[in-house]
């Protein structure tokens, strides 16, 4: 009853997070096996085992009848060479499936059933019918808090987890996080250099722009390397108390991941998925002390007060009970942070407030003291009140900046001054008024289309905030591109609608 | 601004339902364009335009640089030869994506909302993530009787649409379905006969089975070709008055056929979701008079009479609104109906009964009758309450048997017997006393491990029914299969749980 064996072909072909394998039509297995194109099957190679979904290949070129074809994702997780005898057979249903209906028919899931989801779902079983299906049952109102803390402790325990305590001792491992959907809000390449001058652990790993014109990791990328394997991480932490690297290569909480890439296409952001992704992440990552930044305002995720107490709550109710110290600030998100939108010049702004150059935006200055002073006064040394007068010192000092430059060396620096785009184009405003409103989904988006962040000097620098009186014709913002086509893109949604609220004044 | 053309290549890869483009890594559009694996993407070429999904080549053997590959499925729908000039840009997100995202956050959908989702659907511009989402947020309550109404309506528009009385005239188009769940339940085979003899037209398409033990086209398949192109589908229904044949080829509500493959493997079937996708299926064949079996019973889809009526009254809000006539017969669904359980044995039970064979299934024959009964009356000159006498005296007097004889010899005659399986085995009581109940989702798994749908002659071949008392050791049916295998798994599943509860009685 077992099928013959097969031998591994490697198949040229990036399925990126999808394994596929390619059998011909006249294989034998497809005949005796009734397989199907779209089958779900198992394959069995060396001791190794992975998931994958068949397609059904009638070019004997690409696969002869009797090899194994592997697409590049498949044939990496298999990790057995070409040539290899192989065995296929079909995919038993993932063990969580009777779980995942219950779910889909608004029945509550237990501790035993979240974990069973999550280990199906970081083992690469679950199709993406499926985890689409698991993300729109759980969203919204879906998850009840209990359901969210097991969520989170089931996206932990399905990956790997790093403990920084073993090697540093009881002091604290700090971390901040923003929710995000704020453009230009880089606090975290000054958090880090401030509160690490302080002598506290802060091992920050982020993540790159996914929907927003930059990420942290693509940011920081300017100045130095981000893609950084554990074991040269820890070196680098033990030496300058912190890092400001990518984290995608860590395989911290990887069910997150795999649902992530389900939940953009869908603009899904539900508060219990976010609580137990962000959560897991970061206590994944070995983190025992959390600031968590929630921006509010009309273009912000989060829209009212009321909303983001909520919000709160529910991330104290997780966190305590998996023994994270958390602390909440909520923000104004009304508006843009700092200057620059897109990856080199909200760098430029982060080394402006870093050197104390007097043109260097206040607000972005401001917020990185307010998080930082939160994060310093877990320092069970520090007097609460003290944090913000520690962390301005620093600041002014120039230990945060001597700090940043040991960070940027000991990651790796990348030499050079920052990218200018080549092309640069002034949009302006087309009355005289006030700025009454910015809306950051369409900056943004803008930015996007100038290039940021595949082109790292592509985005907006900002000559307005909330509350400036503008004569007409005066510059709002400039845009920074590499190409015409991409100017052009962004010119366009600029001129059709800026993305600031111009009110003329009585 | 538009990318340079490249020439089409067939890849001989079959994706099945989904469209997937091949480009090679160094191609220069996919580095201009910043295409990467699984981006959606849009392909024109000679006035055509297909949605597609990206895989990145890293192989040249298989897609050179300059050629844009494309797998079967989506060589087929662009039909557009190899080697011709096309050009290929992101995909603009669907039109509808705004709609389901108001879906998945719960809120009501309009009439336009809806055509606009179905008519992407069937347009092959939802990603399998999409439509999962969708299936997910309108499944269960989420869809009130409008928004049934409205989806069925949309998934008619989105498809092709059959008009038999611009040939046939005013006279009813009749149809009968069951929502399924009964094995053995083979009744069309027995009703479109009995009908149509008696002069009404009905043509009727069926399905083949999905996870079912059999479907009335595998069934069918055994005595007469089924798979007809429309054309001679009407030419057949021109001179017998009907078919029986695989609905697969018409195009009839495409929407329907690929939701139905997402929500399959989520094992999800919901009122609505059931009501749009019969509703539209019979509507789009032309149907003008439906007879709708719902059977009730603890183990068939629908458990208890109230959720039956239920059921009922969103079939008749939505029939009633779009023209159709609907009759809703509730039946007994607590076991089988018939002997056989598998396309042959099915098959030769329907012979049985059309024989007027003394060892014929009676209750196959009953239902039969009921539901060609019901059928007739919609014939305005037969008076209420006669229908029963007319389709039994049909059946009686041969003449059932003999229009079933033109219209197997109109589709094309399979010649030769029936098959039988070479390898059977009882399955027996395990102890004496009176069979109290079946379970018809186990029977239906039994017969499947046996070999059926895809082994004609496998399957169950019943020897009990309810109420029956047994002696133990007394055969409960027998199993059919064609290999050692498929015998051995079945047979483990009915020795551990025959799918028969018996009673001792005292």
């Not at 394994?19 to 297995?29: E, F, I, S």
């Not at 930082?372 to 003290?386: L, Q, S, W, Y």
Request: aromatic share 4%; with cysteine.
């Amino acid at each position: 009853m077992q099928s013959p064996s097969l031998h591994i072909r490697r198949v040229g072909i990036d399925t990126w997070r999808e394994n596929v394998v390619y059998l011909h039509r006249d294989c034998p297995v497809v005949r005796a096996e009734g397989f199907q194109a779209l089958s779900k099957v198992t394959v069995h190679a060396n001791g190794q085992t992975i998931a994958a979904v068949l397609n059904v290949v009638t070019d004997a070129q690409i696969v002869p009848p009797c090899d194994l074809g592997l697409s590049e994702e498949a044939f990496a997780r298999l990790q057995v060479e070409e040539g290899h005898a192989a065995r296929i057979e079909h995919a038993e249903p993932p063990p969580s499936l009777a779980a995942l209906r219950r779910k889909i028919a608004g029945e509550r899931l237990g501790r035993e059933e979240l974990h069973a989801v999550m280990a199906d779902i970081a083992a690469a079983r679950y199709s993406k019918i499926e985890l689409a299906a698991f993300v729109v049952a759980t969203q919204q109102y879906e998850l009840d808090r209990g359901e969210v803390l097991h969520l989170t402790e089931a996206m932990i325990a399905a990956g790997r987890r790093i403990d920084w305590r073993s090697e540093f001792g009881a002091g604290p491992v700090v971390d901040k996080h923003c929710i995000g959907g704020i453009p230009g809000n880089r606090t975290s390449m000054l958090v880090v250099p401030i509160v690490t001058a302080h002598g506290m652990w802060c091992p920050k790993t982020s993540s790159r722009a996914i929907t927003s014109p930059a990420g942290t990791a693509d940011t920081m990328e300017l100045l130095a390397e981000v893609e950084l394997p554990l074991e040269r991480l820890q070196a680098i932490v033990r030496q300058t108390h912190g890092c400001l690297a990518w984290g995608g290569t860590a395989d911290l909480s990887p069910a997150d991941d795999i649902l992530i890439a389900v939940e953009r296409p869908l603009a899904i952001d539900s508060p219990g998925q976010m609580v137990a992704s962000i959560l897991s992440k970061k206590i994944a990552a070995g983190s025992t002390h959390l600031v968590l930044d929630i921006p509010v305002g009309p273009s912000a995720k989060v829209h009212s007060l009321p909303e983001a107490q909520r919000l709160r709550r529910l991330f104290e109710y997780v966190a305590t009970r998996l023994g994270l110290q958390l602390e909440v600030m909520v923000s104004d998100g009304s508006q843009p942070i700092g200057r620059g939108i897109g990856p080199a010049l909200e760098a430029r702004d982060v080394m402006q407030v870093l050197r104390n150059d007097p043109s260097a935006p206040q607000d972005l200055r401001q917020k990185a003291l307010w998080l930082a002073a939160r994060m310093i006064e877990f320092d069970p040394d520090v007097r609460g009140g003290d944090g913000y007068r520690i962390a301005r010192d620093i600041l002014d000092s120039g230990r945060a900046l001597t700090q940043m430059q040991a960070i940027i060396q000991a990651q790796g620096e990348r030499a050079g001054p920052l990218p200018v785009a080549p092309l640069q184009l002034d949009i302006t405003a087309p009355r005289t008024g006030v700025v009454t409103a910015a809306d950051n989904l369409r900056l943004a988006r803008i930015a996007r289309l100038a290039g940021a962040p595949q082109v790292p000097e592509a985005g907006i620098d900002l000559a307005v905030r909330l509350g400036d009186a503008v004569q007409a014709g005066q510059v709002l913002y400039r845009l920074h591109a590499r190409f015409e086509a991409d100017l052009a893109f962004a010119r366009q949604l600029a001129e059709a609608d800026s993305g600031f609220s111009i009110t003329p004044q009585a």
